[in-house]
């Protein structure tokens, strides 16, 4: 028969009231009461009433995690920060997908209403106005990724920096008509890139071509599929950068079934640096999105928030150029690629 909350007080020579604090981690209980009841929890093997704890406290210790998918390299870095930084603070992850869908993101997070303590969003498409009417006003969220306002707390990464940094390097290679396979419209990650793509070639005086932007949506058959139009293009591209890493390797893919060499006769780069990137041959350049620290910082944020602090609406991430042998940069070792 388990053993009940009333048994764990007498053993531990406590009040219930006591052993309940143990439970929620109140700081008003001494060290030395808090290690007998501990001790005598572990003896009696006392598993805690979990619903009678979130119906006395309210909190269910729970985070709430939305993304567009679950698959893949660039969320399960994301994850993986979100993950890390809710475990040392005793917090367990609620992730659901979806799937790239906005009526999909709405049903989920209504269904998370009431099962989590907080929410961490990431709907590129998503506006904040659409979200906050989803959820009550006193339930703390946090966005990842996403146009922000100011009125829900975001953290992105500088997209349109990076963007225009990597357009900037493969122009000081020689190249004058470099092409840009482009993510899904609507996407802010991908809008953010197309823009500091075009910034660059306004700077530096180079052909704003519309036909130089290729259609793409972030997955590697895009990019595979991107490469026919892009060599179909005269005078055709000496440089592709294309607004993510999985097209970028799907581009790869589709040159060399076709002859073109990399870095040779055509530059290539892509954007997130995801792990494959430093094992492709070439080794591919790209710009260095910081993933699992947009999980890490997204989930300290909401910490705060749950702690009633005041914190900055937006934070923006750095990035930066990991240049590599795919543009023409000589190759770099593994153990220094990963750094």
């Not at 109140?26 to 003896?43: C, F, G, N, P, Q």
């Not at 009678?52 to 679950?70: E, H, M, Q, W, Y």
């Not at 005086?205 to 130089?212: F, G, H, Q, S, V």
């Amino acid at each position: 028969m388990a053993a009940t909350i009333r048994q764990v007080a007498e053993r531990a020579g406590v009040s219930v009231a006591t052993v309940s604090r143990v439970l929620n981690g109140s700081d008003r209980v001494l060290a030395i009461t808090r290690k007998r009841v501990l001790e005598a929890m572990e003896a009696l093997q006392y598993l805690p009433n979990e619903t009678a704890r979130i119906l006395s406290t309210g909190k269910t210790n729970v985070i709430g995690v939305l993304l567009p998918d679950l698959h893949g390299e660039f969320y399960a870095k994301v994850s993986q920060g979100i993950e890390r930084m809710a475990r040392t603070e005793g917090y367990h992850l609620l992730v659901s997908s979806s799937h790239s869908d906005e009526a999909e993101a709405g049903t989920m997070i209504r269904t998370m209403l009431g099962r989590v303590d907080g929410l961490i969003v990431m709907w590129p498409r998503l506006e904040a106005a659409s979200l906050t009417a989803l959820v009550p006003p006193d339930l703390p969220i946090v966005l990842l990724n996403a146009a922000a306002d100011g009125a829900v707390p975001t953290v992105r990464f500088d997209n349109q920096t990076g963007a225009a940094a990597m357009t900037r390097h493969l122009a000081s290679h020689g190249h004058r008509r470099i092409a840009f396979l482009k993510g899904p419209a609507g996407n802010y990650d991908a809008e953010e890139r197309l823009a500091g793509y075009r910034d660059a070639l306004r700077e530096l005086d180079l052909p704003a071509d519309p036909a130089l932007e290729l259609d793409g949506n972030f997955l590697r058959e895009s990019g595979y599929r991107a490469v026919e139009a892009l060599l179909a293009l005269e005078p055709r591209p000496t440089a592709l950068f294309a607004a993510n890493d999985s097209m970028a390797i799907g581009a790869l893919l589709g040159l060399r079934e076709r002859g073109v060499r990399v870095p040779d006769d055509l530059a290539l780069a892509g954007f997130d640096d995801i792990p494959p990137a430093q094992y492709l041959i070439p080794q591919l350049s790209t710009v260095r999105s910081p993933m699992q620290d947009l999980g890490e910082h997204a989930m300290h944020l909401l910490l705060a928030l749950l702690g009633g602090d005041d914190i900055e609406p937006i934070t923006t991430l750095p990035t930066r150029l990991m240049l590599r042998e795919s543009c023409g940069c000589p190759p770099v070792p593994a153990h220094l690629s990963l750094e």
